[in-house]
């Protein structure tokens, strides 16, 4: 009903910046929420950034002051910019929705496949 497409990623080196973009479609009635959400090797999936509809923004710790969230609600977008990249960066980034699909009621999770964020000198 909802797919994700994730684009972007790749390698940089320590320092340096990378941006990750994600489209939504489908069909879709309403979203709620878009954001990242990251996975390192061996370690659980943990939301970087997430952005609602009316444009607030919410940020990991971690990536505060230097990551930006932005969406283009019309294009049902999402994309990430990062900057002063750190090697515990690396990880893989998942683009993820919350959103209420045609002909339901409740919003419901979408995740996209993923794209891999590698800070590596």
């Known amino acids: 009903q909802v797919q994700l497409v994730e684009s972007g990623g790749g390698v940089v080196q320590p320092g340096g910046s990378l941006s990750v973009s994600c489209a939504a479609s489908?069909?879709?009635?309403?979203?709620?929420?878009m954001g990242w959400y990251r996975q390192a090797p061996g370690k659980q999936r943990d939301m970087v950034a997430s952005m609602t509809t009316s444009g607030n923004r919410n940020y990991a710790d971690s990536v505060k002051g230097r990551f930006t969230i932005s969406r283009d609600n019309a294009k049902n977008t999402v994309s990430l910019q990062m900057n002063s990249l750190k090697p515990e960066d690396t990880a893989v980034y998942f683009c993820k929705t919350v959103a209420v699909p045609q002909g339901r009621l409740l919003p419901d999770n979408y995740w996209g496949q993923g794209t891999q964020v590698t800070v590596s000198s």
């Open positions: 489908g069909k879709i009635k309403t979203i709620l929420v």
